[in-house]
């Protein structure tokens, strides 16, 4: 048995051994790639796809085919892994040693150092952040994070059924199958997942660069821009897929945008593979379609390229998409599960109950629980989250409206306002669903940097635009949350001194359950069902966990049942122990929904095991009755 | 008490007020209800006569004022709602499961309340018998485990108790002259009170100041234990022990800082650190909340 201190990873050198696995990741999908883009059907038709991409998509590949074998685990992953990283390290070597022996890299700009520092200084500081493991954060230990682990553990992805979420698409989830199959334990395998989340933000902003032929002096804006916006910062830094559907819209948009803008007529697919792949990493990334497909519209009215590019574009978008919907077809019924337009045919066991808990409307935040805000004001905090972004695209463009291809430019700009109101209206109120509607961000500073590149001062201005905006956030007048110097200052010094130093943040959240949740693990049996009425984490669970309001068979409990009627459902879903906040079994006032909670430590049918911190696990035992 | 039906005076008459009570708990009758003043320590007489089936209510006219209501069902759940019943209270009040008390069950044998508190380090209690003078037969109380850190709460009528308390290995604790009423009202059942302690089951170490250490996990046998002095000297290490629940052991030690690791049966760790002061006898209690956080992987599930 090994034991893992909470705060092993608050050292330098912590840091940097997950850096360098992250990194050993990055180099297997650059390896991967670059030997496929070496095909020439690769290099005729998608000459802007950044070679990472079909790195990634060999990588699926691979831990696809690794399950049919049910070998997906934490040993022959690995071994595939640093084949493809060795094979990137010396593509890479190679490349740069071509690249510097015809250019040297040269400071015309010694002013740029400032702002360099400074994107570095926010580049470290967030992967510092990431490095922190997100203890209580909801989605990745209820789903994210919990089914790469379980496909390592089981050498298999399968249909994990006691999370509605298995039915999303799942890009990401698979992706992050990379860096899990390196970790050392669930502690360490979080902290990668959050890393190599991070690490897509500066991917994209690195390849979005590339493509759009910025050269290395605009990188301080991009980064100050892109990684200094705390929104993006603080949903791209945990184990969830927000990333990675960051990295693919931006580059789809970036692909689009540069043949917009440099009236690229040659044939290009390599948007559309990325945003196939957007699309199967979050289901909010087809909001960012909209966008796209104004985009692609526009280059198909004036390139009016032949409908082969224009069928072969709209196969590769939908190729992914529809192999991940035939999957949620096999197992549920329907194929955007849990987002079923066709009820009737979703399978019965899929079907949610219609409970009308208190719970599900305090989840939903333009109820009455939570105030309601302004048309400006929701309008204020929505932009306000986007940092220089907005500054930058508005700037870009009204500095260059006088210049050629103002139609290109004014398309884009339309396309991204679409974007910005359909968030608005769907994920309203806006500082909750912001977060939904970050998408365009990095985008949108991209494209207002290249906006700035013809002008004269354009280096300068948009430099000290995203400097000026990032301090003036940096302050209490911030629209959004934000993560200070001070804070990152003691960050910095709380990994060198290995003793966490940060005012107002404790080292580690909290999970309450945690300590019932090892409990469980060393002293139940391995083939347990638990059931939960309330706490929905089982990231560090070694049982099939359910929880009652969120897994349909589970939630008819909360329908209009008599007590045999609940001990029958209970039976089916094999339940073998359930576990309830002491005292309170169902939060905001539901308790009255379930008959059993009236049997709760009255002995024989709810067996009370043990009670660790505010938390009770019973043995369910029908047969006592 | 206050709350007699009023026949007086017509102020008295104008500050009545009529409330219905509605079984809201499905499939369960609710067998007594009681209704009295917050400032009272005196609960009352049951103001329902016969059984009030699920779904069914009683009128009742009730002087204004804050008082609390609690209710009995038939399977011994009891229904609270405390000091939140004033003048302009709602006609209709509707007993369901929103007011049942979890985390502080009542037990229905009298007018005053008793809160018994666990205050035993890993163990529940599983069985409470209160004998008096007073009463014709013992009242046992065995269809609650009362968790470490919570309280059960029971009703007695005014007299002298004994208690005896049996928990969840079987081990019994005492205490007599409990008052009831009393204006302390809790009662903490402490591992003071164990009647019979069982002797150490074995003596290690070769330290001046004996050091207790006690399994109190209480589903567990400890099956190894460490005890490394922080200043790097020789440990002590106990490799093949099976120490019950319950049962302790004697660790000698010289005055100093001590890293304290057990294993336990299911092989899940626990880890405490303690200080041994010169001459002063320290005891320790291995429960679940010293287990060390394991992070590690399972084993693989399902092997194909």
Same mark, same amino acid.
């Given at each position: 048995?090994?034991s893992t201190a909470l705060t092993d990873w608050l050292s330098i050198s912590s840091f940097s051994w997950s850096l ?25 038709? =998608? ?5 990472? #991409? ?36 010396? #593509? ?36 510092? #952040? ?45 992706? +992050? ?40 002096? @605009? ?33 789809? %948009?970036?692909?689009? #945008? ?20 957007? &699309? ?15 985009? @692609?519209?526009?280059?198909? %009215? ?48 899929? &079907? ?63 396309? =991204? ?47 000290? +635009? ?20 001070? =804070? ?19 080292? &580690? ?6 300590g019932i949740t090892l409990w469980m693990n060393s002293h139940l049996p391995d083939d347990s069902t638990v059931l939960?009425?309330? %706490? ?8 099939? @966990? ?12 909360? &329908? ?27 939060? =905001? ?37 | ?292 956080h394991d992070f590690s992987f399972p084993p693989r599930r399902r092997e194909q």
């Amino acid at each position: 048995m090994g034991s893992t201190a909470l705060t092993d990873w608050l050292s330098i050198s912590s840091f940097s051994w997950s850096l360098m696995r992250i990194a050993i990741v990055w180099f297997a999908f650059y390896g991967a790639g670059s030997l496929i883009m070496r095909i020439g059907v690769m290099k005729k038709y =998608f000459r802007l796809l950044p070679s990472v #991409i079909p790195g990634m998509l060999i990588y699926m590949g691979i831990t696809a085919l690794l399950s049919l074998f049910h070998i997906l685990t934490r040993t022959v992953l690995p071994v595939f892994i640093i084949s493809g990283a060795l094979t990137g390290l010396v #593509i890479l070597y190679l490349r740069l040693k071509k690249l510097f022996s015809r250019s040297s890299l040269k400071i015309r700009h010694p002013l740029i150092i400032l702002p360099l520092m400074l994107a570095a200084y926010l580049l470290v500081t967030n992967l510092m #952040i990431a490095g922190r493991p997100e203890m209580n954060f909801n989605d990745t230990h209820v789903t994210y994070l919990v089914q790469p682990d379980r496909w390592l553990n089981d050498g298999q992805i399968n249909f994990l059924d006691e999370t509605v979420f298995s039915a999303f698409p799942m890009t990401s989830e698979m992706l +992050l199958l990379l860096p899990s199959s390196l970790a050392e334990d669930r502690i360490d395998q979080l902290i990668l997942g959050q890393l190599f989340e991070l690490s897509m933000t500066a991917a994209l902003i690195l390849f979005s660069m590339v493509i759009l032929g910025l050269g290395w002096k @605009w990188s301080p804006a991009a980064l100050i821009s892109i990684s200094g916006c705390s929104t993006v910062l603080l949903w791209s830094h945990f184990a969830k897929p927000d990333a990675t559907a960051l990295f693919f819209v931006t580059l789809a %948009l970036i692909i689009l #945008i540069k043949q917009i803008l440099e009236r690229d007529e040659k044939f290009d697919l390599s948007a559309f593979v990325v945003m196939g792949l957007a &699309l199967t990493s979050k289901l909010t990334a087809y909001f960012a379609l909209v966008p796209f497909l104004v985009m @692609w519209g526009y280059i198909i %009215l004036r390139g009016k390229p032949g409908k082969y590019h224009v069928l072969s574009g709209a196969v590769l978008l939908s190729i992914l998409p529809l192999i991940f919907a035939v999957r949620t077809f096999i197992h549920t019924g329907t194929f955007f599960y849990p987002h079923a337009s066709l009820k009737s045919m979703l399978k019965p066991e899929w &079907l949610m109950p219609q409970v009308d808990l208190t719970f599900f409307t305090f989840n939903n935040r333009s109820s009455e629980f939570f105030p309601s805000i302004g048309f400006f004001q929701n309008i204020m905090h929505y932009f306000g989250t986007w940092n220089s972004s907005i500054f930058l695209l508005l700037g870009g463009f009204f500095l260059t409206i006088r210049n050629k291809y103002l139609t290109g430019r004014t398309i884009v700009i339309t396309a =991204f306002a679409i974007y910005s109101v359909i968030s608005l209206i769907i994920f309203y109120p806006a500082w909750w669903g912001a977060k939904y509607g970050i998408l365009l961000i990095p985008s949108a500073a991209l494209f207002g940097l290249y906006m700035f590149r013809p002008l004269k001062y354009g280096l300068l201005s948009a430099t000290l +635009l995203t400097v000026l905006v990032y301090f003036i956030y940096d302050t209490s007048i911030s629209p959004t949350e934000h993560y200070g110097l001070r =804070f990152r200052n003691e960050l910095i010094e709380s990994y060198i001194s290995q003793e966490w130093s940060v005012y107002g943040a404790a080292v &580690l959240e909290e999970q309450p359950e945690l300590g019932i949740t090892l409990w469980m693990n060393s002293h139940l049996p391995d083939d347990s069902t638990v059931l939960s009425f309330y %706490l929905p984490k089982r990231y560090f669970s070694n049982h099939r @966990w359910i929880n009652a309001m969120q897994y349909p068979p589970a939630a008819h409990l909360y &329908l209009d049942n008599c007590l045999a009627d609940e001990i029958e459902i209970l039976e089916k879903l094999d339940i073998n122990y359930i576990v309830i906040i002491e005292g309170n079994p169902a939060p =905001f006032d539901d308790e009255n929904r379930v008959e059993l909670f009236s049997r709760i430590g009255r002995g024989d049918l709810l067996e009370p095991l043990a009670s660790i911190d505010g938390h009770t696990i019973y043995r369910f035992c029908p047969s006592n009755l | 008490m206050i709350f007699l039906l009023l026949s007086g005076s017509a102020a008295d008459v104008t500050d009545i007020h009529n409330l219905t009570l509605v079984n809201n708990v499905k499939e369960v009758e609710i067998i007594s209800l009681y209704i009295w003043g917050s400032d009272q320590s005196d609960k009352g007489n049951s103001w329902i006569t016969a059984a009030l089936q699920s779904d069914s209510s009683v009128s009742l006219s009730l002087p204004s004022g804050k008082c609390n209501i609690l209710a009995f069902d038939e399977l011994g759940n009891s229904y609270g709602i405390a000091g939140n019943y004033q003048k302009n209270a709602p006609d209709t009040i509707e007993i369901d499961l929103e007011h049942i008390t979890f985390g502080r069950p009542n037990v229905d044998n009298g007018h005053y309340l008793l809160n018994l508190a666990n205050s035993l380090n890993g163990f529940a209690l599983d069985t409470l018998i209160l004998s008096s003078a007073r009463l014709y037969e013992n009242i046992v109380i065995d269809d609650f485990r009362v968790f470490p850190g919570s309280s059960i709460t029971i009703w007695l009528d005014k007299g002298i108790y004994s208690l005896s308390a049996i928990d969840q290995i079987g081990r019994t604790y005492s205490a007599d002259s409990i008052t009831v009423p009393d204006d302390r009202r809790v009662v903490s059942i402490v591992s003071g009170m164990i009647i019979d302690p069982a002797p150490p089951v074995g003596i290690t170490g070769d330290g001046s100041v004996p050091f207790f250490i006690e399994n109190c996990l209480p589903s567990a046998s400890i099956t190894g234990l460490s005890i490394l002095p922080r200043n790097g000297a020789d440990g002590i290490y106990l490799d093949s022990i099976s120490l019950q629940p319950g049962a302790h052991i004697v660790v000698n030690l010289n005055p100093g800082s001590y890293s304290i690791l057990a294993a336990d049966e299911f092989n899940a760790e626990y880890f405490v650190s303690i200080e041994q002061q010169d001459a002063e006898m320290l005891r320790l209690a291995i429960v679940n909340d010293y287990l060390q956080h394991d992070f590690s992987f399972p084993p693989r599930r399902r092997e194909q």
